[in-house]
């Protein structure tokens, strides 16, 4: 059943469709649906495009969540819609592309870290082979451990929930009390798995990059569009937070903690197989990270 994307309310249609319609593309003949709890419209998205589904989804708007988890892409048979599917593997190319391009500008820029001395000499097929195997099992390793964390503490937390809420008796009078919106706990695997992809969209942004030159000042790796991805990076965890928040109704410290443990999951993946490829810690996330913080204290020294 849909809901209301501003007070997460159930309602039985999002919009009505008249028959005698003169242009639907316009908008004539579709009326969309009120909600009964907060008198707005239920799902106002119906009526937009993607361009404003995605300014919305950088800008974090719990209402553009509700509408493509709930009412657009959600399904109870625990099956992934097909848009999910295309959408997962773009993301996955395009991770390719970031960490390939990351691991060559790291090898150019420092070659003592030994970034050159066993992936760099193979055919580039081999290495588009390597970095799609990495990714692809750094993003199996991260939706599998926040799937299990919150099949483990979610439904632990339901649980707790279910058995204080059956403790006061029903009142009398049905107006005064309504009925739980979006039950915690109930998302099925690929709901959340769902929720993670869309609300990965932000890794596009890294697209520019091939506009705009990937090095910073005089070489350094410091640079703002060579450590864009990073940023990026930091953008998308964000985002899960706020998506599984929204999903789970789990409250911020449990989808902070869940999207974390996946970030981790996957930073761990990506280390282990880059140590494999002989490649240096600079090039790898923790790289990312230790470099972000190396410019933060100098900005604060500098300051």
Not at 49 to 62: A, S, T
Not at 221 to 249: D, M, P, Q
Request: aromatic letters at 8%; hydrophobic letters at 45%; charged letters at 15%.
């Amino acid at each position: 059943m849909p809901i209301c994307i501003t007070c997460s309310t159930p309602v039985k249609d999002l919009y009505t469709v008249y028959s005698k319609a003169d242009d639907r593309t316009l908008g004539k003949g579709v009326r969309l649906t009120q909600c009964p709890n907060c008198k707005r419209f239920a799902d106002k998205y119906v009526e937009h495009d993607f361009v404003v589904l995605f300014i919305d989804l950088v800008l974090i708007k719990p209402q553009v969540y509700r509408h493509l988890l709930f009412n657009r892409l959600g399904r109870s048979d625990n099956k992934f819609d097909p848009s999910i599917l295309r959408l997962g593997i773009l993301l996955v190319l395009f991770d390719v592309y970031i960490t390939w391009a990351r691991i060559e500008k790291t090898s150019a820029i420092s070659p003592h870290n030994g970034a050159g001395s066993g992936l760099s000499g193979m055919p580039i097929l081999t290495q588009y082979i390597f970095f799609l195997t990495m990714n692809v099992m750094a993003t199996v390793a991260q939706h599998g451990i926040i799937r299990l964390l919150a099949r483990v503490f979610v439904t632990r937390h339901e649980l707790q929930g279910d058995s204080n809420t059956q403790q006061p008796a029903p009142s009398s009078s049905g107006n005064s009390t309504r009925p739980p919106t979006v039950a915690p706990g109930h998302a099925s695997p690929s709901a959340i798995s769902t929720a993670l992809l869309v609300s990965s969209c932000t890794k596009l942004f890294p697209i520019l990059l091939v506009i705009w030159p990937t090095e910073g000042k005089q070489g350094v790796s410091s640079g703002f569009a060579f450590r864009a991805t990073s940023y990026v990076g930091w953008a998308v965890l964000i985002n899960n937070i706020e998506a599984l928040l929204i999903l789970l109704n789990c409250g911020y410290v449990t989808a902070t903690g869940l999207a974390v443990s996946g970030m981790l999951a996957r930073w761990a993946v990506e280390g282990w197989a880059l140590s494999l490829a002989g490649l240096g810690r600079d090039a790898g996330p923790m790289g990312d990270l230790v470099a972000a913080l190396a410019v933060a204290g100098k900005w604060l020294v500098g300051r």
